[in-house]
Structure formats: structure tokens, C-alpha cells
T-cell receptor, first 116, second 117 residues
Framework: DGGITQSPKYLFRKEGQNVTLSCEQN?????MYWYRQDPGQGLRLIYY???????QKGDIAEGYSVSREKKESFPLTVTSAQKNPTAFYLC???????????????FGSGTQLSVL | AQTVTQSQPEMSVQEAETVTLSCTYD???????LFWYKQPPSRQMILVIR??????QNATENRFSVNFQKAAKSFSLKISDSQLGDTAMYFC??????????????FGTGTLLAVQP
């Protein structure tokens, strides 16, 4: 089945440690996004990428890094510089507007990151 | 600046009744998409309905419909015959500058809807 897979479902980070959240899609989508959701709040954009080997900062990129070496994959690294990383992280993807088809958006099931 | 605003943090409705969730947005772009997403306790984001800005006709999906007022930059969601399974957080979102270099999806802060039996 086509979709977006995020792993792990739960992740714990120790002080000063970098951790990487995985996001893989087999939908042949061009654009991918990372969002952070804090309890009782909306989604804030961390990073997004519209094509391979290119990505842009969102509203809260500090303390995070991404890569887009393959169309299917958009991993997010939470670095030690992110002082308040505890949150629910959602990955999403959408087809490129250039493809001339109706816009569709899909979300993964999320990763809950907590600090030990 | 491109923004999406939901001014109702929480709402409640009786089962089988109708409820309307409000959303306003701000963009200077002419080509954009608007969405309503549902997030139940499982936290999976589920697309409820979407509206292309160039279409004047309001989108409808079964019990869900929107009132899209482009001039007023308003995009409200109406849920008819509310069911207990509709209890969830609802997010309004916009993909502004669609097709442009800065195309990205922006979310509102959400409205928590409780359907009462």
C-alpha cells in the first residue's frame, strides 16, 4: 500500500545527544514537510523540501537539520542545540504542482520524542 | 505574511446537530488550496475536505461542507448530523503560493470539537 512511514513511533533523547527521525514515502511525491506539534497546539513547520537535494527552513528550524538525498526519504535530525525537543513530530508529503494533477497531501503517523 | 487563524479553541455540539468551525486566512497570492484536517486521539491527521481557490463552488464531502468566502478570506467547516466519532481536533490549513518557489502548508492552531451524546 502506498503511504508515508515514520519511525520510530517513540524516541527518547539524552542530554547533548542528536537523534534522527525517519520519514519514507512510496507515493512518488515531490514535496515533503516536517512539522512539530506541542500539546494542545497547532502544527508548526520545521523544514520543507520541494525537490531532491533542496530544502527550505520553516518557521522553527533552529536546532534541527534535514537532508533530501532521495525523493523517497526526508530524515529530520534533532540536534543538541534544540533545548526543548519534547514534542510530536509529523512528516507529510504532497505531489508537485508542476505535475498538473490535483493536490493531495498525506501524513505519517508521527513520532513522539521525549527527553530523558 | 501568510497566516491561518482559528479563533475557536473549543466547541461542543449535541449528537445529530450541526456545528460550524471558523477559519480565516491571509495571503496575497491568487493560487492556493485550503484544507480542513481532523486529528482524533490517535493523532493521525485525516484530510476532511479541500477547496481550490479558483473554484467558486463550495466543496462538499458527505456530512462535511465548507463556506468559502474568497473576498472575506474565510473558510468555515460545517458538520451536519454530528456523530460521536467526529470528536477530534480540527485544523484549518492553507497551501499558499501554490506552484511557486515558497509553496508550503500553513496550519491554524486548531479547534477541539466535542460531540455530546
Amino acid at each position: 500500500d502506498g503511504g508515508i512511514t515514520q519511525s520510530p513511533k517513540y524516541l527518547f533523547r539524552k542530554e547533548g545527544q542528536n537523534v534522527t527521525l525517519s520519514c519514507e514515502q512510496n507515493l512518488n511525491h515531490d514535496a515533503m514537510y516536517w512539522y512539530r506539534q506541542d500539546p494542545g497546539q497547532g502544527l508548526r513547520l520545521i523544514y520543507y523540501s520541494q525537490i531532491v537535494n533542496d530544502f527550505q527552513k520553516g518557521d522553527i528550524a533552529e536546532g534541527y537539520s534535514v537532508s533530501r538525498e532521495k525523493k523517497e526519504s526526508f530524515p529530520l535530525t534533532v540536534t543538541s542545540a534544540q533545548k526543548n525537543p519534547t514534542a510530536f513530530y509529523l512528516c507529510a508529503s504532497s505531489i508537485s504542482p508542476d505535475r498538473g494533477v490535483e493536490e493531495k497531501l498525506f501524513f505519517g503517523s508521527g513520532t513522539q520524542l521525549s527527553v530523558l | 505574511a501568510q497566516t491561518v487563524t482559528q479563533s475557536q479553541p473549543e466547541m461542543s455540539v449535541q449528537e445529530a446537530e450541526t456545528v460550524t468551525l471558523s477559519c480565516t486566512y491571509d495571503t496575497s497570492e491568487s493560487n492556493y488550496y485550503l484544507f480542513w484536517y481532523k486529528q482524533p486521539p490517535s493523532r493521525q491527521m485525516i484530510l476532511v475536505i479541500r477547496q481550490e481557490a479558483y473554484k467558486q463552488q463550495n466543496a462538499t464531502e458527505n456530512r462535511f461542507s465548507v463556506n468559502f468566502q474568497k473576498a472575506a478570506k474565510s473558510f468555515s467547516l460545517k458538520i451536519s448530523d454530528s456523530q460521536l466519532g467526529d470528536t477530534a481536533m480540527y485544523f484549518c490549513a492553507g497551501m499558499m503560493n501554490y506552484g511557486g518557489a515558497t509553496n508550503k502548508l500553513i496550519f491554524g492552531t486548531g479547534t477541539l470539537l466535542a460531540v455530546q451524546p
